[in-house]
């Protein structure tokens, strides 16, 4: 009988008495079929229930999500700003206006007016880098050029460098977070040499690893990791940790 509505039925009897021509009918059995469980109104109040559940749950957690995604643009933000104010640092300037003043105590007017404008250059691509969140290998490499060539200044262009980039890497295509090298190349002209230290050389690579993983070389001939450069690290390299672990906090430690 699974095949009738729910509903209640009578089984009936019918006794034909042949003498008498008289038919007697007896109710000998109810049956009231119950309908199925997903017809019934306990099963529409649980899927509503449930319905208005997973829908307070999806809202509650897009808006965390975006919450999030918030939180974590503010945080690059922040740490795209602390970069920017640690590239114009008053050490930096301090040592362009006295290489400045170098120059134009000797009265040399040619070389003071490059250095000059490679300043210049540097804090116009400053500002231009800091509007973006990434920027191209090619660009970076520009900037560090840049950077390089003022700060070499001081050291009369003594220091050595290579900035060496593996072949199947597309440096006008590939990119990396903006101005993430140069506090690194800047503890290298802070701490890695003397005045007088014997052919000083520092090298930049670029290598491509397996599952197009990008990985950064930053090495130098100078003096190590002394206890006294350990403890005046600056703080554009911490600012560049920061802004990795916030940009991708699966990255590899730098």
Known sequence: MSYLPNDTYHLEIEALDLNAGKTTRFDVLKIKIQP???????????????????ATFII????????????TENQIAKAK????????????????????QSFVFNKDAHNSAIYISEVASLMRQTLDNSAKQTITIEDEIEYLETYIAIE?????????????????????????????????????????????????????????????????????????????????????IAIAKERLQIMQPTNFAP
């Open 36 to 54: 199925p469980f997903w017809k019934t109104g306990w099963f529409y109040s649980l899927v509503g229930i449930l319905l208005i559940f997973s």
């Open 60 to 71: 509650l957690r897009i808006k965390k999500r975006t919450k999030q995604k918030a939180e």
């Open 81 to 100: 700003l602390e970069a920017l104010l640690s590239q114009m640092n008053p050490h930096f300037t301090f040592n362009a206006l006295n290489t400045i």
């Open 152 to 236: 070499n200044q001081r050291f009369d262009n003594r220091i050595q460098y290579e900035i060496l980039v593996d072949d199947p890497i597309d440096t006008a295509e590939t990119k990396i977070p903006t101005m993430l090298l140069q506090p690194f190349v800047e503890n290298i002209f802070k701490h890695a040499f003397d005045a007088d230290y014997p052919n000083p050389a520092f090298k930049i690579e670029f290598i491509l690893l397996e599952k197009k993983l990008l990985q950064i070389v930053i090495s130098d001939n100078g003096k190590g990791n002394t206890k006294t450069t350990k403890t005046h690290i600056s703080k554009g």
